[in-house]
């Protein structure tokens, strides 16, 4: 427990097993008092592989341990009245329960929400399933695996001759924790304000489905054209381009781009080369300003696929040469985009991280002296804590014997219309981390006012998918995805007309967001330690890639590479293959979930003190949060997490397996006896249910390849939702591997309404994407993203006061446009 962090003095009860760790842990870094209510024997996910030392106990498993740190733990058990009894009274002095049991267990044992909120009107419940509380499939049992398929991330992860493949650390109950707690923590600003608690419903599919970037506008904005797996490969539409090369060591990633992505460091990279004498004509005198996406998609004259391939032969044989730490060196050197892709060591020895402190030494009882991934944020005014991870029913006395006022909120006069009503954020982000970051406190209430430059216009606006498929700064999926809901102004930051002006839009401000380089704010006069000078209530976000501080903070890149950098490439793929990419920029969607929960943190803490702080987050430390097992693993036992395809050491059968149809395709995983005899008998192998040979994984796992075979020659014959519908209905976790095309179509996200039908002047009415819960006292109001510079004159007009004249000349002068 820390007495810590900007959410210091609350309380949380946490009921979760893997499936909502994480939320728990956040909340804890953030200073609440988390207590782990758990069964008789411990949460099952203590038992979970592997563990430090390769022996078992309680506070060992380097699965189990990332979720739980900074936790106080009781022993309760639920099937009994006393046990029931000892919760209720805990409840009295609690603020927010977590919980992740299937839908309807607390309601049958008197603990639901109908009976919670009347004994409990403000408290915050946050349930965290597969798939919701309600809808066709919220009964449905999950894995990872099964949750990565139905979300559509396994549909683009693999190589295409080779069935889809899951990330190879177990990703989506993670990704559903930290949507849980922004959920958790939206919920508790609209109780801060009116008083009332509520039941928030968050549902892990929806949270996959986010990952995806630009992948579900495609059906909607190109028709036809959608991503498939692609291995080492970044697919564009009629276009293949390389991202991971094999170098001396290992692989690096590398962004293969022109145009303004790209222009820049593709240059700097072929400078590089003619130094090195390695500089064949392939790669010289290209236009590289025009070798951008829509140059690529369009496979005009200038561009063809054989030509580009020629450039990209020419960059491999350079990148053989050389390893890992020398590309990458000489890389942060010169300005190119690249990255190793980084194996677990590579993390725990990395300069940035060390300089950074990042990893910390945790005395954990049971398992002595560890070294894990330390707080996914720093904060200026209230630094996050951890701690070791309890014992099972360690802090019963000091929890069960201790009474508990909960926290109580002084309501608004009136109330509000949402959340954040109120609220100004000046958002300086660009690409997907930082802009989704700000899109929460947009979609409930806040005005959030997206600041942007002609000279450096934000890369979503120039990429692909497109309406119709043609380029525009109005026509992107991704843009108006990332940025709905919020106010579009452009400024001219080069010109100290237009500094000014940001300042005065900042000093009507809450929040600021930015995600330039380090020391970009500064040079404006726009950074924390100015501006706090003035507003000490400031409260400003700060995301790079890897910080604001360490000897790499300022390495220039994308998603795509800081994936590689952060290990994600190399736990991914087939063990005799290259490591596979993972579709998009995966590292923002972790990024993003992490920096709200930051801010709304640090909001919380201004409403109840006054004072604003400065965060910085690391996109490169918020990704490896969710990598925290692999390096665990490699810092307690020295082993190496690597690439396994889908194998999983506690399930088997455990994969992907073909269906009737073209790159249809069916997940399953099966864990315990009882899955595996239904699965015999569904598959007419009823004589392998009772052989005591195949009763354990293990024993299964030494004949995986003759059950892989039976279960395929079953889904064959059968689509895949049919396939998933049978497997269901034995009590098998199971779904269909969906595309992005089959995500539009899927009735659980159709039920909760995930994509949502926005009017935009440009792109129609193409549904954008929502969010993965529900908060029924407060839902998201969604409007349009904005136009290039929309709201340029009513922003400047009604929040500073400008006049038209005065606006026009500034247009004139270049400082608007």
């Known amino acids: 427990m820390s007495e810590h962090g900007p959410l210091a003095g609350y309380r949380a009860l946490d009921l979760t097993d893997e499936r909502g760790a994480l939320a728990g842990r956040l909340l804890a870094d953030l200073g609440i008092d988390v207590i782990k209510v758990e ?80 004994e409990h009107p403000a408290l915050i419940l946050t349930s965290i399933t597969p798939f919701g509380q309600t809808g066709p499939r919220a009964a449905w049992k999950a894995t990872d695996l099964t ?61 996959v489905v986010r990952t995806l970037m630009s992948e579900t506008g495609f059906p909607v904005l190109h028709g036809g054209f959608f991503p498939v797996r692609h291995g080492p490969n970044a697919p564009i539409a009629g276009f293949r381009r390389r991202v991971i090369f094999p170098v001396k060591d290992g692989h690096v990633a590398f962004l293969l781009s022109g145009g303004a992505v790209g222009a820049a460091s593709i240059r700097a990279m072929v400078a590089w080369m003619e130094e090195a004498g390695e500089a064949p004509s392939a790669v010289r005198d290209k236009p590289w300003d025009t070798w951008d996406y829509a140059g690529l998609q369009a496979l005009s004259p200038e561009v063809t696929q054989a030509e580009f391939d020629g450039v990209e032969a020419a960059v491999a044989a350079f990148f053989a040469r050389r390893t890992k730490r020398e590309l990458y060196e000489e890389a942060l050197h010169r300005r190119v985009m690249l990255a190793p892709v980084s194996e677990p ?80 954020v000046v958002d300086f982000t660009w690409a997907a981390a930082g802009p989704i970051a700000t899109r929460y406190l947009a979609s409930f209430g806040a005005e959030v006012i997206r600041i942007e430059s002609a000279h450096h216009r934000d890369p979503l606006r120039t990429l692909h998918p497109w309406k119709d498929g043609s380029p525009g700064l109005d026509r992107s999926y991704l843009w108006a995805n990332y940025n709905a809901g919020k106010l579009g102004v452009t400024l001219n930051l080069a010109r100290a007309e237009g500094r000014a002006l940001a300042r005065r839009l900042i000093r009507a401000a809450d929040v600021v967001a930015e995600a330039f380089t380090p020391g970009v704010m500064a040079r404006w006069g726009l950074d924390y330690p100015t501006l706090v000078r003035e507003q000490p209530d400031l409260v400003m976000l700060s995301t790079c890639q890897q910080g604001q501080t360490g000897p790499h903070a300022h390495y220039p890149g994308y998603g795509t590479l800081l994936s590689g950098l952060a290990g994600f490439y190399a736990v991914s793929g087939w063990p005799d293959r290259e490591p596979a990419m993972i579709y998009g920029a995966y590292t923002d969607f972790v990024a993003c979930a992490l920096g709200a929960v930051a801010l709304l943190a640090a909001l919380d803490h201004r409403r109840r003190t006054g004072q604003g702080q400065w ?99 079953w889904t064959r014959a059968r689509d895949s939702e049919a396939a998933a519908r049978l497997l269901q209905e034995a009590g098998v976790a199971a779904a269909p591997v969906a595309s992005c095309a089959d995500l539009h179509a899927d009735p659980q996200l159709a039920h909760h309404g995930f994509f949502v039908r926005v009017e935009h002047p440009v792109l129609g009415t193409a549904p954008i994407e929502g969010w993965a819960f529900r908060l029924p006292a407060c839902p998201p109001v969604w409007r349009p993203a904005p136009l290039w510079g929309e709201h340029t004159e009513r922003v400047f007009g009604e929040i500073l006061g400008l006049g038209r004249a005065e606006i026009e000349q500034l247009r004139e002068a270049r400082v608007l446009w």
């Not at 979970?48 to 380097?62: E, I, M, N, V, Y």
């Not at 209720?88 to 309601?107: K, Q, W, Y």
């Not at 060591?345 to 910390?360: C, G, M, T």
């Open 615 to 713: 965060i910085d987050l690391s996109q490169l430390e918020a990704g490896l949060q969710l990598l925290a097992p692999a390096l665990l693993e490699e810092a307690v036992n020295g082993r190496t997490w690597g690439r396994r395809g889908n194998d999983d050491p506690e399930a088997c059968p455990h994969g992907t397996y073909p269906c009737v149809g073209e790159e249809t395709w069916v997940a399953l995983g099966v864990e315990t006896p009882a899955e595996w005899r239904a699965l015999a008998t569904l598959i007419g192998r009823s004589g392998w249910g009772p052989d005591p040979a195949l009763a354990s994984v293990a024993g299964r796992r030494a004949r995986v390849r003759e059950i892989d075979a039976a279960v395929a020659a």
């Open 39 to 118: 069964p008789p024997g411990g949460e099952d996910g203590r038992r979970r592989l592997p563990w430090a030392g390769d022996l078992p106990g309680p506070t060992r498993s380097l699965t189990w341990l990332p979720g739980n740190f900074g936790k106080r733990s009781v022993v309760l058990d639920l099937e009994t009245e006393a046990g029931r009894a000892s919760l209720r009274r805990l409840l009295e002095g609690a603020d927010f329960v977590l919980e992740s049991f299937p839908p309807g267990h607390l309601g049958a044992r008197g603990l639901g929400w109908d009976t919670l909120s009347r």
């Open 345 to 424: 060591r590579d993390l725990l020895d990395s300069a940035q991280l060390l300089a950074r402190e990042f990893f910390v030494a945790v005395e954990q009882p049971g398992a002595g002296s560890l070294s894990a991934p330390g707080p996914f944020a720093r904060f200026s005014r209230t630094p996050l804590r951890g701690g070791p991870a309890p014992l099972p029913g360690a802090h019963a006395a000091e929890v069960l014997g201790v009474e508990r006022e909960p926290w109580r909120s002084t309501p608004d006069a009136a109330p509000p219309a949402a959340p954040f009503a109120g609220v100004r």
């Open 147 to 207: 949750l990565m398929a139905a979300g559509g991330a396994a549909f683009v992860c693999g190589d295409r001759d080779r069935p889809p493949l899951r990330i190879g650390v177990p990703q989506a109950w993670a990704l559903a924790g930290a949507e849980a707690a922004v959920a958790t923590l939206i919920a508790h600003h609209w109780r801060a304000r009116t008083g009332a608690g509520q039941w928030v419903d968050v549902a892990a599919q929806g949270v």
